[in-house]
């Protein structure tokens, strides 16, 4: 195969920039290189929580071994009933098909994978401006989009999760378009809609960008290129291809549309195809999950309600998820570029692209889901790094001509006014060397700004990335607690902890969980954290009724699927169900129920406690939870709960920090200008064998507010007695269990594990 040259310095120019993406993810792997805390079996860990989702699911393909005698299509045969590994998601199939053919470890693919992946976006971005055949500008904005801020810390090592292909995917569906709409080539109608296939296939939530680039292609179709027939084409397959349908009817179809496109004898029934494919798309419910992106993102309550049933009150976990949240413009800035300024030109840059090259405004797509983040959350800006990378580097590329340009129009001026004898004597040497020191000096001038400005914009990137030390999900030691109970329990017992955990837990231990990175709605939240902030006898019934209940739940969808859907038939919340089959006409009666001994329904499973030390900082967000009236939707006080990890002794006088001081001889807390007694003081101290010790000193049972200290943790906890009595603080701070209830199965400083003896 002959290579034009511009092909070759294209493939240069991709391994440059894809090599240069992949050498600044290692530098993490550098900086913790045996750093044993972080490792485990030889490898690190991961660091995103929802990875370990996709590894469960590859791990489950992995095994190939099924515990799940109803199986009802291939995947199905190979995980258990009802544990939610996603064995049939793209991550996890794609992991899995890497691990079995690749000479590494589970583990490092799982690490790796994210590198490499995420690198790949350097591609379409070199192949867009090759398009606009301007290389150098791809060159440049390949190296900023593969490290800026976002997009780094969404796909470096470890990050393993969807992200490492939700930008490259959708930057090649823009390349495929700009050059669909530039070329009018058919292999560019079938590339479109595979793009688009494959991006379902691997982000089923992908649905609003495509439906973006839709319907602006339609716009621009409809004012500026309404006769072009070509165009018309486009649309109806991106519209096939977008289908609310299963990939395995719209793959054949495609085909087939793409097959009809190439026989010039059916151009006559293009407008008639793109109606149907219109039609089709929102027969098959196209736009449903468009709205319903937009409604979790966008249009957020903090509590939502029940629409059917008792219409109870729920607290939305969308106010508690940072990267739904809404951030400052500088966050805001520095995700997409790395730095005020450099947003600020690369917006500029942009416009300026979009203008001598209009058809880059059909990067706006990715532009305007990226500038959502300032208003829906900073999970979406890493969408606005490629077309702004591109304009950034089209801005420094234009820069970087004016020296050449004035160079130039001093070379003419000369050759007006300067000619003389020696000029004409000495012509032809004087032209040869002449031309070759100026031409020296021209390259040297302009390609030393170009690596000025270059290396400007890629600074603070880096420098950022060097300083994001981020930690993995779990440490060492918190792992060998769950490796070990994995090896105790079935994998049809539950596992009880808050859901930032239950990914990693389902992964570690093979047991199931009420609530994860994916189930994590307030009715199903409501229980968990009733179970981790309320006394322990109310916990422990809790316990037993939600993980019950779940699996009745599962069992009625599996037995009345068609009747499920003919009625349209709503699955209440756990806590309706309850509520209802306990005789309560009102949800907060059958919560007092539960301190009573109230007959709990047949257990069919262990149920486990997994208690981390970590989930101290993040208490007061598990009980916002469980904090309100169900029925009202009211909100209660908030409880009182304070950690202080940095605090100084001033004599008697102890400071915690942000206006609380207590003093240890009186045993008065002061807490801004209120002074109070404390109940309590208690000190917590783990001896040589790692068994935990306690003092606890009573002080006034008249007041409501004990302080703990850990000593081992340098912590101090100011509570008050409801949350002193809390089921975590009892059983993981203090380990005051009830025997009759919990029976304890390991303890140890970073995690603690109870089993559920009702």
Do not use: C
């Amino acid at each position: 195969m002959n290579l034009t040259k511009e092909t070759k310095l294209t493939l240069v120019y991709i391994s440059i920039a894809f090599l240069f993406s992949v050498s600044m993810r290692l530098i993490w792997i550098y900086q913790f290189g045996g750093y044993e805390p972080f490792m485990f079996n030889g490898q690190f860990m991961i660091n995103t929580n929802d990875g370990y989702f996709w590894a469960e699911g590859a791990r489950d393909l992995l095994s190939g071994s099924s515990t799940n005698p109803s199986a009802e299509n291939f995947y199905d045969t190979f995980h258990q009933l009802h544990d939610l590994s996603p064995v049939s998601s793209a991550a996890s199939q794609l992991t899995a098909f890497f691990a079995y053919i690749l000479p590494f470890s589970f583990e490092s693919v799982i690490l790796y994978m994210p590198i490499f992946l995420g690198s790949l976006v350097v591609v379409p971005i070199i192949l867009i401006a090759k398009n606009l055949k301007n290389l150098e500008m791809g060159l440049i904005a390949a190296l900023l989009a593969s490290i800026a801020w976002s997009y780094y810390n969404r796909t470096m090592v470890g990050y393993y999760d969807t992200d490492m292909l939700n930008i490259v995917i959708p930057t090649f569906l823009l390349w495929s378009i700009i050059w669909a709409m530039t070329t009018n080539q058919n292999r560019y109608l079938l590339i479109t809609a595979l793009d688009i296939l494959v991006y379902r296939w691997w982000y089923p939530q992908s649905y609003a960008l495509e439906f973006s680039f839709f319907g602006l292609i339609l716009l621009y179709t409809l004012i500026y290129d309404r006769k072009n027939i070509y165009n018309y084409k486009l649309l109806s397959i991106m519209m096939f291809a977008m289908l609310n349908i299963d990939g395995y009817i719209r793959f054949p179809l495609v085909l087939g549309i793409f097959y009809i496109f190439r026989q010039e004898k059916f151009d006559k029934y293009i407008y008639y195809i793109f109606g149907v494919s219109v039609l089709a798309f929102f027969m098959s419910g196209g736009f449903n999950p468009i709205w319903s992106q937009l409604k979790g993102y966008v249009f957020t309550d903090a509590i939502s309600q029940a629409e059917k049933g008792m219409q109870l009150h729920f607290y939305s976990v969308m106010q508690t998820v940072r990267e739904a949240g809404k951030i400052p413009f500088e966050t805001f800035a520095n995700r997409i570029s790395g730095h005020t300024v450099t947003f600020l030109l690369s917006v500029i840059g942009y416009a300026w692209l979009s203008y001598k090259h209009r058809i880059m405004l059909f990067a706006l797509p990715l532009v305007g889901l990226g500038f959502l983040a300032w208003f829906g959350g900073l999970r979406f800006t890493i969408y606005a790094v490629p077309p702004l990378a591109l304009g950034m580097a089209f801005l420094i590329v234009e820069v970087s001509r004016f020296p050449v340009k004035l160079r130039m129009t001093g070379k003419s001026k000369h050759e007006m006014t300067g000619k003389s004898k020696h000029e004409m004597t000495g012509k032809s040497k004087h032209n040869i060397t002449g031309k070759s020191t100026f031409s020296s000096s021209l390259g040297l001038t302009r390609g030393s700004i170009l690596i000025l400005l270059t290396s400007a914009i890629l600074a603070p990137n880096i420098q950022h990335i060097i300083e994001y030390k981020v930690p993995t999900v779990f440490t060492k030691d918190e792992v060998k607690v769950l490796d070990n109970l994995g090896k105790i329990t079935s994998r049809e017992d539950y596992v009880v902890s808050w859901w930032d955990y239950g990914y990693p837990i389902r992964y570690y231990a093979d047991v199931k969980t009420l609530v994860d990175g994916g189930k994590h709605g307030g009715s199903v939240n409501f229980p968990v954290s009733y179970i981790l902030t309320n006394s322990q006898d109310e916990a422990a019934r809790m316990a037993r009724l939600d993980v019950e209940y779940t699996e009745k739940t599962f069992t009625f969808r599996d037995e009345n699927k068609q009747l499920i859907i003919d009625k349209n038939l709503t699955i209440f919340s756990n806590i309706e169900q309850m509520t209802k089959e306990y005789g309560y006409d009102d949800t907060n009666d059958f919560l007092l129920s539960l301190d009573t001994d109230i007959k709990l329904p047949k257990k069919t499973r262990d149920i486990y406690l997994f208690l981390p030390f970590r989930m101290l900082n993040i208490y007061p967000t598990v009980k916002v939870f469980s904090n309100l009236d169900l029925m009202s939707g009211q909100k209660y006080n908030r409880p009182l709960f304070y950690i202080s990890t940095n605090y100084k002794q001033i004599k008697n006088i102890l400071h915690l920090g942000n206006g609380v001081s207590l003093d240890l001889n009186t045993k008065i807390l002061s807490l801004g200008d209120k002074k109070t007694m404390i109940r309590r003081f208690v000190t917590t101290v783990y001896d040589k064998k790692m068994r935990l010790k306690k003092k606890v000193d009573l002080v006034d049972f008249s007041s409501n507010i004990s302080v703990i200290y850990m000593k081992n943790y340098n912590t101090f906890l100011i509570l008050d007695e409801a949350t002193y009595n809390s089921t975590y603080i009892q059983l993981m701070v203090l380990e005051e269990y009830d025997a009759k209830l919990f029976e304890p199965v390991e303890l140890t400083p970073h995690a603690k594990v109870y089993k559920l003896k009702i």
